[in-house]
T-cell receptor
Framework: GEDVEQSLFLSVREGDSSVINCTYTDSSSTYLYWYKQEPGAGLQLLTY?????DMKQDQRLTVLLNKKDKHLSLRIADTQTGDSAIYFC???????????FGDGTTLTVKP | DSGVTQTPKHLITATGQRVTLRCSPR?????VYWYQQSLDQGLQFLIH???????AKGNILERFSAQQFPDLHSELNLSSLELGDSALYFC?????????????FGAGSRLTVL
């Protein structure tokens, strides 16, 4: 079945870049997502990438996909204290409705 | 406000009881998903409905059931509650069920079983 794994914690200094990594097992994954969860709130989509892409950039966010290694990363440039949250990686294949989520990476940004 | 409404926000109940969680999807969305978020198991998919029909089932216990009504709102029923059912229950909605299918999440219902 599908499985998505992420490291649980990451701590960075304000102004540094953050890189959150994710691996997945389903070779038929077609879409890969990054969601953000702030305290007391639901998950909010940050960005997603189609599996035929290697990279997607959106302002401070850069997503890299290595399909061969089934590895996805999210880079946040110039990380701010407001970026402190839990970041979830998720995957789905094109015919399935559901997305499979990792356990989330808690990002702590220190001033 | 994401447009997905979940009630109640918080619920405290005792073991053996039954509760119903309610979700109203974002306007125009036909799909509703239920996820359980607990400390030790991350975000677990429970069930997916599309336009009133069940589309996929995940790790949903037999004590749990769900349905999606003609007005597209959904309810998740949890019965014979156990301590381990304490968790955040999220509802998410999307336009369809295939393709990129971006999910919009509600704020969650926090269930505490004592």
């Amino acid at each position: 079945g599908e499985d998505v794994e992420q490291s649980l914690f990451l701590s960075v200094r304000e102004g540094d870049s953050s890189v959150i990594n994710c691996t997945y097992t389903d070779s038929s994954s077609t879409y890969l997502y990054w969601y953000k969860q702030e305290p007391g709130a639901g998950l909010q989509l940050l960005t997603y990438i189609f599996s035929n892409m290697d990279m997607k950039q959106d302002q401070r966010l850069t997503v890299l996909l290595n399909k061969k290694d089934k590895h996805l990363s999210l880079r946040i440039a110039d990380t701010q204290t407001g970026d402190s949250a839990i970041y979830f990686c998720a995957e789905k294949n094109t015919n399935a409705g559901k997305s499979t989520f990792g356990d989330g990476t808690t990002l702590t940004v220190k001033p | 406000d994401s447009g997905v409404t979940q009630t109640p926000k918080h619920l405290i109940t005792a073991t053996g009881q039954r509760v119903t969680l309610r979700c109203s999807p974002r306007s125009g969305d036909l799909s509703v998903y239920w996820y359980q978020q607990s400390l030790d198991q991350g975000l677990q998919f429970l069930i997916h409905y599309y336009n009133g029909e069940e589309r996929a089932k995940g790790n949903i216990l037999e004590r749990f059931s769900a349905q999606q009504f003609p007005d597209l709102h959904s309810e998740l029923n949890l019965s014979s509650l156990e301590l381990g059912d304490s968790a955040l229950y999220f509802c998410a909605s999307s336009v369809g069920g295939t393709g990129a299918n971006v999910l919009t999440f509600g704020a969650g219902s926090r269930l505490t079983v004592l």
